[in-house]
């Protein structure tokens, strides 16, 4: 019986000992540690190569891209990136090697690039909904569709949608019902603009009910797709153009005084399920669709980066003096400021460029060569990270989570 309970003894210690550890690293990895499978992929101006930084240890590893200054941007399923290069004509994507599972993360493979590519003229707008990655061509006005199911095909290329679009600097957004919003344009930077919805074989299915000026920047929820856009050829005023997967279409105008300007990015923060515009001019703005109305987060003349977090829960601003403000969406306020860099020249031709976590922000400095990692709790930077000569476009890769398969 004493030996009974002296192992009991030894099995509550040791179970306590554990939960404690489990208690310990969580604390942790929550207060000083990035999660263990998000990563940080950068790309140089000048330089052809990648680097992926891993913040949860600190280590960073290359890869060898096509061509320099690669545009880089997240797949909805955070497991890819799309790299695109303009000036060649030519998209790549690549694979972080994770693959979420919901409560976990599996190891899918090594970080490497993928086999699709899409060779479309002057590849430049992207964006991603469920498996799908879709890139619009302003050079040829055609779309590359991509499916994550073929990134890893040999010799796949992404398919081409010709929507009869004359080639122009277009933008646009993939609706859960599977058809597309797109602009058209009577040329390359010429007014007017309009929005047709198109299926996946670039058949109209829903005609254009709104004429407008300039669009530039925009973004969906699946059901409702939201263009920045002046409001006439004129571009005297501006607003935000609302399409619905139904063909439906309206116009927001922006504030009372805003002046001739527009909102130049979109962005839909998921988690708050909130639209926010941003131009460098006016500041941040949330979009509300229920309300029609467009009203101020941060009214400042002097912000360059405007950026949700990877979840859609914050909105962070970095303004020239290099002060960072971090905004709850939720309840739209101020949760924390302070400076985290140093000025910007707002003449600079490659500014910084910032993205960030739940725990971190992260911004890329030509000037230095590093990224900076910086706690969003007490906006110190924890790490400089040392990348390549001149980091100018950053992208964040892989899921807010430390907890693996076999955890």
């Given amino acids: 019986m004493k030996r009974t309970f002296k192992n009991l003894g030894l099995f509550v210690l040791a179970s306590t000992t554990f939960l404690n550890c489990q208690k310990d690293?969580?604390?942790?990895?929550?207060?000083?540690?990035?999660?263990?499978?998000?990563?940080?992929?950068?790309?140089?101006?000048?330089?052809?190569?990648?680097?992926?930084?891993?913040?949860?240890?600190?280590?960073?590893?290359?890869?060898?891209?096509?061509?320099?200054?690669?545009?880089?941007?997240?797949?909805?399923?955070?497991?890819?990136?799309?790299?695109?290069?303009?000036?060649?004509?030519?998209?790549?994507?690549?694979d972080s090697g994770f693959e979420s599972h919901v409560d976990h993360v599996d190891q899918k493979g090594t970080p490497k690039f993928g086999a699709i590519t899409a060779?479309?003229?002057?590849?430049?707008?992207?964006?991603?909904?469920?498996?799908?990655?879709?890139?619009?061509?302003?050079?040829?006005?055609?779309?590359?569709?991509?499916?994550?199911?073929?990134?890893?095909?040999?010799?796949?290329?992404?398919?081409?949608?010709?929507?009869?679009?004359?080639p122009h600097h277009g933008a646009m957004a993939a609706f859960d019902n599977g058809t597309y919003a797109v602009t058209s344009a009577p040329a390359s930077g010429k007014s007017p603009n309009r929005v047709l919805v198109i299926d996946k074989q670039g058949k109209t299915t829903h005609a254009s009910t709104q004429e407008v000026g300039a669009i530039h920047g925009n973004a969906t929820d699946g059901a409702n797709a939201v263009f920045g856009a002046f409001t006439s050829a004129e571009a005297t005023s501006g607003g935000v153009l609302v399409v619905q997967s139904n063909g439906e279409q309206r116009m927001i105008a922006n504030p009372a005084g805003f002046g001739a300007y527009r909102l130049g990015s979109i962005y839909y923060a998921a988690a708050a399920r909130?639209?926010?515009?941003?131009?460098?001019?006016?500041?941040?703005?949330?979009?509300?669709?229920?309300?029609n109305q467009i009203t101020p987060i941060y009214a400042g003349t002097d912000a360059f980066q405007c950026k949700v977090d990877y979840a859609g829960n914050r909105l962070l601003v970095l303004s020239l003096d290099g002060k960072l403000r971090v905004y709850e969406l939720a309840s739209n306020r101020l949760i924390k400021e302070g400076n985290v860099i140093g000025t910007t020249d707002a003449g600079a031709t490659y500014k910084p460029v910032l993205e960030a976590t739940n725990r971190f922000a992260y911004i890329a400095?030509?000037?230095?060569?590093?990224?900076?990692?910086?706690?969003?709790?007490?906006?110190?930077?924890?790490?400089?990270?040392?990348?390549?000569?001149?980091?100018?476009?950053?992208?964040?890769?892989?899921?807010?989570?430390?907890?693996?398969?076999?955890d």
């Fill in 119 to 166: 060779t479309g003229l002057k590849p430049t707008h992207f964006k991603s909904r469920g498996q799908e990655s879709l890139i619009f061509n302003d050079g040829d006005g055609t779309l590359s569709l991509g499916n994550e199911t073929n990134f890893h095909t040999a010799g796949a290329q992404m398919q081409v949608i010709k929507a009869g679009l004359v």
């Fill in 274 to 291: 909130k639209f926010i515009g941003f131009v460098a001019t006016k500041g941040a703005y949330l979009i509300d669709l229920f309300s």
């Fill in 25 to 94: 690293k969580e604390v942790e990895d929550s207060s000083t540690r990035e999660h263990r499978f998000l990563r940080v992929l950068v790309s140089d101006q000048e330089s052809k190569q990648l680097t992926q930084i891993n913040p949860y240890d600190g280590t960073t590893s290359t890869f060898d891209a096509k061509y320099p200054l690669a545009n880089l941007y997240t797949t909805a399923s955070q497991r890819f990136a799309a790299v695109l290069y303009p000036s060649q004509n030519l998209v790549e994507v690549f």
């Fill in 365 to 406: 400095l030509p000037t230095t060569g590093e990224v900076h990692q910086i706690n969003l709790e007490t906006l110190a930077t924890t790490t400089k990270h040392k990348v390549s000569a001149k980091p100018v476009r950053l992208t964040l890769l892989g899921f807010e989570s430390s907890e693996g398969h076999n």
